[in-house]
């Protein structure tokens, strides 16, 4: 089994900041991409960031320029550093990766998802 944990969420001011973490841990042969992504009441979920295995990353364009992902491989952690922040960014942070698992019938490649933190950006 494959567990994806953040920690981090909270109560934050308009214009200030937060760092978000998630720890995988498990019986991982590899972990490829791994993300954020967030969901706010009545709203989708959606992307915010992605970082892949070879460190490459994608925004959203609306978190471009204030927030940035980063991970440690050494750690199996990925790390979502938010600053500026919005009331709009006021959503349930979801950590994901993509994983390569080892089986008796040989590797598998399952999708995992934390169980999300909340981040409340609010006066």
């Known amino acids: 089994q494959v567990q994806l944990v953040e920690s981090g969420g909270g109560l934050v001011q308009p214009g200030g900041s937060l760092r978000l973490s998630c720890v995988a841990s498990?019986?991982?042969?590899?972990?490829?991409?791994m993300g954020w992504y967030r969901q706010a009441p009545g709203k989708e979920r959606e992307l915010v960031a992605r970082?892949?295995?070879?460190?490459?990353?994608n925004y959203a364009d609306s978190v471009k320029g204030r927030f940035t992902i980063s991970r440690d491989n050494a750690k199996n952690t990925v790390y979502l550093q938010m600053n500026s922040l919005k009331p709009e960014d006021t959503a349930v942070y979801y950590c994901?990766?993509?994983?390569?698992?080892?089986?008796?019938?040989?590797?598998?490649?399952?999708?995992?998802w934390g169980q999300g933190t909340l981040v409340t950006v609010s006066s």
């Open positions: 994901n990766a993509d994983v390569t698992i080892e089986t008796m019938e040989g590797y598998e490649y399952p999708e995992v």
């Open positions: 970082i892949t295995s070879g460190s490459s990353t």
């Open positions: 498990g019986s991982i042969f590899t972990i490829n991409a």
